[in-house]
């Protein structure tokens, strides 16, 4: 495996090893004891699995307040996303700046996004599907949202907003302006 810091350092890109041959591949996605030596340590309690079935389908940008703040690893298992993380940890040099990859099934890597931050994607493929470890369960009570469209947080999504396709709940989330400060540093 092999990890990479990105612009804000606390966000990590994990390429895990894929060994193919003529039947396919294989891959360890998830190994602790690997990404421990690499100095990767954290404990997942919970793996999530979605299905968009259109391209420019948004999800996000959601988090959850202590104690049930999520650190999540994402990755794609079918097609590809945009994935995004954005710092929201007020103290933070970084905050309100946002880190965006490419995650697809090609490119097999895996976005580290640390509890304090928002999360969210725009699939780039038709029926994409995203699978991620979290670190905390979901509780409904702690979710917390930010607009995917704030134009302070100025995210290049790769979707017009009139194509955009999103929840009814995320149709409605407020500005980071409007919300509470929800991290500290």
Known sequence: ????????????LITPRRFSDDRGFFSETWNEQSLSALG??????QDNHSLSVSTGT????????????????????????????????????????????TLSAENWQQLWIPPGFLHGFCTLE?????????????DRQAERGVRWDDPTLAIPWPVQPENALLSEKDQVLPQLRDCDPWFQI
């Open 40 to 45: 990767f340590q954290q404990r997942f309690v």
């Open 126 to 138: 038709p029926n994409t599907e995203v699978s991620y470890k979290v670190t905390a369960p979901y």
């Open 58 to 101: 948004i999800r996000g940008l959601h988090c959850q307040l202590a104690p049930y703040a999520q650190g999540k690893l994402v990755r794609a298992v079918r097609g590809a996303l945009l994935d995004v993380a954005v710092d929201i940890r007020h103290g933070s040099p970084s905050f309100g700046h946002h880190v965006a990859v």
């Open 1 to 12: 495996m092999n990890i990479k810091k990105l612009a804000i350092p606390e966000v990590l």
